[in-house]
T-cell receptor
C-alpha cells in the first residue's frame, strides 16, 4: 500500500527566505506527482504536476523536483512571502488512478 | 470558468443523524471524486466516478456512506447514520479525463463541506 510522508509537518520562516518542503513515497510505480496548496477553510489549489518521466517543473517562484527511483519530491519556494502561508500537500497518482496524499506541511511566513 | 461548487459549506449534526452533501463539477469534467479530510491529515479518497459509473469505492464505508452521480454531472454524498469520527471536511474534485500521462487529469477541488458530528 502506498504511503506518502511529508516532512516537516510544520515550518515557520521569516519573509524572504528560500525554503524546501519534502515529500516521500514508498512505491515508485507512480504516474505523476502533484503539489497542492490549501488555505484555511478552502479547497486545494493545484500548484505543479510532474509526470513520472519528468525531473522537475517550475512555476514562478516555485520549483518541484521528482526522483522517482528514490521515492522523493521536493518543493522549493524562493524568496518566501507572507502570502505563501498555507498548507502544502503532495499527492501521487498510481495505477488504478488512485491519488494518495501526504499529511501536508503547514507553512508560516512571518513578515 | 466556474469552479467546483459544493454545498452546504458547514453542517453540524448529532451522531446517528443523517447528512447529505452536494457537488457540481466543472462543466465537461467526466471524472468526479469525493475525498474525506480529517483535521491535520491529507485527503483520503472515498469514491471516484467516471461519468455516472463508479471507478473506485474501495475506501468508502459502505455500511453508512453512499454516493451517486445519476446523470453524470452533479453528485451527492450521504452519511447515514453519522458517527463522531465522521467529523471532517468533505472535498469534491473533478478532472477532465481519467487518462494517465496527461495534464488533463489535473484535479480541481471545491471549497469543501465541513461536517461536525456531536
Amino acid at each position: 500500500k502506498q504511503e506518502v510522508t511529508q516532512i516537516p509537518a510544520a515550518l515557520s520562516v521569516p519573509e524572504g527566505e528560500n525554503l524546501v518542503l519534502n515529500c516521500s513515497f514508498t512505491d515508485s510505480a507512480i504516474y505523476n506527482l502533484q503539489w497542492f496548496r490549501q488555505d484555511p477553510g478552502k479547497g486545494l489549489t493545484s500548484l505543479l504536476l510532474i509526470q513520472s518521466s519528468q525531473r522537475e517543473q517550475t512555476s514562478g517562484r516555485l520549483n518541484a523536483s521528482l526522483d522517482k527511483s528514490s521515492g522523493r519530491s521536493t518543493l522549493y519556494i524562493a524568496a518566501s512571502q507572507p502570502g505563501d502561508s498555507a498548507t502544502y500537500l503532495c499527492a501521487v497518482r498510481e495505477p488504478g488512478n488512485m491519488l494518495t496524499f501526504g499529511g501536508g506541511t503547514r507553512l508560516m511566513v512571518k513578515p | 470558468e466556474a469552479g467546483v461548487a459544493q454545498s452546504p459549506r458547514y453542517k453540524i449534526i448529532e451522531k446517528r443523524q443523517s447528512v447529505a452533501f452536494w457537488c457540481n463539477p466543472i462543466s465537461g469534467h467526466a471524472t468526479l471524486y469525493w475525498y474525506q479530510q480529517i483535521l491535520g491529515q491529507g485527503p483520503k479518497l472515498l469514491i471516484q466516478f467516471q461519468n455516472n459509473g463508479v471507478v473506485d469505492d474501495s475506501q468508502l464505508p459502505k455500511d453508512r456512506f453512499s454516493a451517486e452521480r445519476l446523470k453524470g454531472v452533479d453528485s451527492t454524498l450521504k452519511i447515514q447514520p453519522a458517527k463522531l469520527e465522521d467529523s471532517a471536511v468533505y472535498l469534491c474534485a473533478s478532472s477532465l479525463l481519467q487518462s494517465f500521462g496527461s495534464g488533463a487529469n489535473v484535479l480541481t477541488f471545491g471549497a469543501g463541506s465541513r461536517l461536525t458530528v456531536l
